[in-house]
């Protein structure tokens, strides 16, 4: 069992910065691997970013050059880093939790954080 809090949504102008946070609790072999998801309006929820305990990362294209993934194991927190954010960007953030990354989709969830980029 795992429990994901996550914060750091809002509201930014196009071109800002956002930097989520999500802390994990529970089983230690469950959250081996760490990232983000997002889903936006009518869409389907889609990977973001990925992190592993021994820091291998994987990127959707869509945000390569623009976000970085980051974890403090010490703390179980994973962070992402949004730069030169884009409306497109506009979505709520999950964070999920894994034993490994390619099981991430079907991982552990929490409960969700609005990011909002206007233009």
């Known amino acids: 069992q795992v429990q994901l809090v996550e914060s750091g949504g809002g509201l930014v102008q196009a071109g800002g910065s956002l930097r989520l946070s999500c802390a994990a609790s529970?089983?230690?072999?469950?959250?081996?691997?760490m990232g983000w998801y997002r889903q936006a309006p009518g869409k389907q929820r889609e990977l973001v970013a990925g992190?592993?305990?021994?820091?291998?990362?994987t990127y959707a294209d869509s945000v390569k050059g623009r976000f970085t993934i980051s974890r403090d194991n010490a703390k179980n927190t994973v962070y992402l880093q949004m730069d030169s954010l884009r409306p497109e960007d506009t979505a709520v953030y999950f964070c999920?939790?894994?034993?490994?990354?390619?099981?991430?989709?079907?991982?552990?969830w929490g409960q969700g954080t609005q990011v909002t980029v206007s233009s």
């Open positions: 992190i592993t305990r021994g820091g291998i990362t």
């Open positions: 529970g089983s230690i072999v469950s959250f081996n691997a």
């Open positions: 999920t939790a894994a034993p490994r990354l390619g099981l991430m989709a079907t991982g552990s």
